[in-house]
């Protein structure tokens, strides 16, 4: 079983894996700074200075030293809209990467085929009766 597991480990596809996953945690926090500090705010000033992070259902509100119970539907909207960022990076990407590969294919010419040992034997018995006559 550890034998199994070394060999998983070094493949090649796992540590893509890891790396992809490390890019991917980068690229979330930048797109969430996007969205709270650039995108959110300017909505904000659309909607007449409205602050979305801070928009709340109260089901409580708070006596005292107990905390007012509250749905934050607002930075569930910013969770939304992070999510609708990234997944359409994600699609720039895979589209993009799609497009390079079809390319790629494309530029290849096929590599011709060589013929089997009989025709190239025929071929050249054919070529030494051409050079006799």
């Not at 998983?8 to 969430?32: C, P």
């Not at 969770?79 to 079809?102: C, G, P, R």
Request: proline share 6%.
């Amino acid at each position: 079983m550890l034998k199994e597991f070394k060999e998983f480990a070094i493949k090649g596809n796992v540590i893509d894996l890891a790396v992809g996953v490390i890019i991917g945690g980068a690229f979330g926090k930048i797109v969430s700074s996007l969205v709270n500090d650039i995108l959110m705010p300017v909505f904000g000033f659309i909607l007449s200075g409205i602050n979305i992070s801070d928009l709340k259902f109260v089901i409580k509100p708070a006596v005292g030293d107990i905390p007012e119970v509250a749905i934050l539907y607002g930075s569930f909207i910013q969770a939304i809209v992070d999510f609708l960022i990234i997944a359409f990076s994600i699609f720039l990407f895979v589209k993009l990467l799609s497009l390079w590969k079809k390319k790629e294919h494309e530029e290849e010419p096929p590599a011709p085929e060589e013929p089997n040992p009989e025709v190239m034997l025929l071929e050249e018995i054919r070529d030494l009766l051409k050079a006799k006559q």
